[in-house]
């Protein structure tokens, strides 16, 4: 009987499979129509599922320590990395600046928003927040100017809530474009879908970011936490 060459020479490609004397170009019977074992493993650059839990875990930060067990996707690491280079070089020019400065719909300051600041803060990350950083008699909009300047990064975090907002003229709005011109934003996607928010705001969902449909908020705040760490 032929000997399959595949632990030897590997079956790569359909034409190495194809000139396998045992195989004969039958390589389905090793995976029901792919390589199996033999094959060049892939590895997805967007948010691919790979296995019946959901996307890739596989991908690690060069930002995350080594005895960090917070997963990653090859997406999430791709689209954070130029935040992590702008946590960086901030951090070097002003190391008293907050870490993140949230960005939040008003009707989630009590629920949402709130869950993502107590889980930020329990995680020694240094958050400005409407609720706690606007004194009686502050106006707005300077609290708001100065919280925006004395923070790293921005986190916008997306809800049913704020996709109403955003079509309207409001605080969110000049967040929002601030933000986004100094290319430091990371939107957080909870309780709606990236697809929503394009319709609402291309420009704003066309920043990948993290998504609470694949991380819980526990977890998306220990990401936001080891990215502000310096």
Request: proline share 6%; net charge positive; hydrophobic share 35%.
């Amino acid at each position: 009987m032929a000997k399959c060459t595949a632990p030897s020479r590997g079956h790569r490609s359909a034409s190495a499979a194809a000139n396998c004397p045992a195989c004969g170009g039958g390589y389905s019977r090793y995976g029901g129509g792919g390589y199996s074992s033999y094959s060049t493993p892939s590895y997805p650059s967007s948010r691919s599922s790979v296995s019946s839990g959901g996307s890739s875990r596989s991908a690690k930060p060069r930002w995350s320590k080594s005895g960090s067990s917070v997963p990653y996707t090859h997406a999430q690491v791709q689209s954070l990395e130029p935040i992590r280079e702008t946590v960086e070089i901030r951090a070097a020019q002003q190391p008293v600046l907050r870490d993140v400065f949230l960005c939040h719909a008003w009707d989630d300051r009590k629920e949402a928003a709130k869950d993502l600041h107590d889980l930020l803060v329990a995680a020694s990350v240094k958050v400005w927040f409407s609720e706690n950083d606007l004194g009686l008699g502050v106006p707005m909009m300077r609290a708001i100017d100065k919280g925006l300047a004395n923070s790293r990064i921005g986190l916008v975090l997306v809800t049913p809530a704020m996709l109403e907002r955003l079509p309207k003229e409001s605080v969110a709005d000049k967040e929002l474009s601030a933000l986004l011109a100094r290319n430091q934003l990371i939107p957080i996607v909870h309780n709606t879908s990236y697809e929503a928010l394009r319709n609402v705001s291309p420009m704003l969902a066309s920043r990948t970011g993290l998504d609470t449909s694949e991380d819980s908020m526990e977890v998306v705040a220990k990401k936001i936490a080891e990215l502000v760490e310096v």
